[in-house]
């Protein structure tokens, strides 16, 4: 039970709610219409592999 408010107190940083709100923007653009889904693949990609990476490092 312990384990479970530590991971999602850690799903509450800032960082995570930047990630999935930039994500949800891009797929909501990319759903309309508005932006080419090459370009949505490319920016959801570069955020995803930026806080992915500084997840690992703060472990390492």
Do not use: C, P
């Amino acid at each position: 039970m312990e384990t479970l408010k530590k991971n999602l107190a850690n799903l509450v940083k800032v960082k995570t709610i930047v990630t999935m709100a930039v994500i949800a923007v891009f797929s909501v653009l990319a759903l309309r219409g508005d932006i080419e889904s090459d370009n949505v693949m490319l920016i959801v990609t570069a955020v995803i592999s930026f806080y992915f990476g500084t997840q690992h490092e703060k472990k390492a």
